[in-house]
């Protein structure tokens, strides 16, 4: 099932999430709910806060083009080693059409959980992957790459996403006044 992306500025995106505890059908049911959505939108990479979930659990797909394309599921992430600093052009799901340049480590190392339960780790430097690991981290925590450019460049793109708001109500509102035909 496709889920609705919270488009920022949303305060459920700013919140902190929750670490997740039971490793049950409903956790996988979420993380393929999650895939659905996150391939639907063309995305490689989604945290749940995203789906209104505030639960730290991600997924990341850098090659969801490709044949045997490979998500991988991130539960309780966390970085226990980084170094060195790269910049990066970057976009979001819930900043639809803004792409802006942050800095990031170069390399990091993740602990993570994957969704039996079972300690992983990853490692990823210079790369695609080490992005998506600390940006979708990131939303964990309530930041978004919004939260590391300028203050100008930031007030600019809430108000292309308050426009970008009012029309998705728009058309909500047109769609419930007359529902597609059968
Ligand atoms: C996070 O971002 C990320 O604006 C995932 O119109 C960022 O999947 C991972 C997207 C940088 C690695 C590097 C954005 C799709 C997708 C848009 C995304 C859009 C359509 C963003
Ligand atoms: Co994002």
């Known amino acids: 099932m496709v889920r609705e992306i919270l488009i920022w500025p949303d305060p459920r995106l700013k919140e902190k999430a929750a670490p997740v505890a ?25 945290a749940a806060p995203q789906v209104g979930v505030l639960q730290r659990i991600i997924i ?8 045997g394309g490979k998500l991988t599921a991130f539960i309780n992430p966390e970085i226990v080693e980084s170094d060195g600093e790269m910049i990066y052009k970057e976009g979001c799901l819930s900043i639809p059409g803004e792409y802006e340049d942050v800095k990031r480590f170069a390399r990091v190392k993740v602990r993570y959980q994957d969704v039996d339960g079972r300690t ?21 925590d309530g930041t978004l790459m919004v939260d590391k450019i300028s203050t100008l460049k ?27 035909a059968l």
């Not at 490793?23 to 995305?43: C, P, Q, W």
């Not at 058309?171 to 419930?176: G, H, M, P, V, Y």
């Open 60 to 67: 990341i797909d850098v090659s969801p083009r490709e044949e």
């Open 120 to 140: 992983q780790e990853i490692e990823a430097a210079d790369s695609l992957l080490a992005v998506a690991l600390q940006h979708e981290i990131d939303h964990l």
């Open 154 to 180: 930031r007030e600019l793109i809430k108000k292309r996403m308050k426009k970008i708001k009012l029309e998705r109500e728009r058309e909500r509102a047109d769609a419930l006044r007359s529902p597609p």
């Open 22 to 46: 039971r490793f049950d059908a409903e956790l996988k049911k979420l993380v393929d709910d999650m895939a659905e959505t996150m391939y639907s939108a063309d995305g490689v990479g989604l």
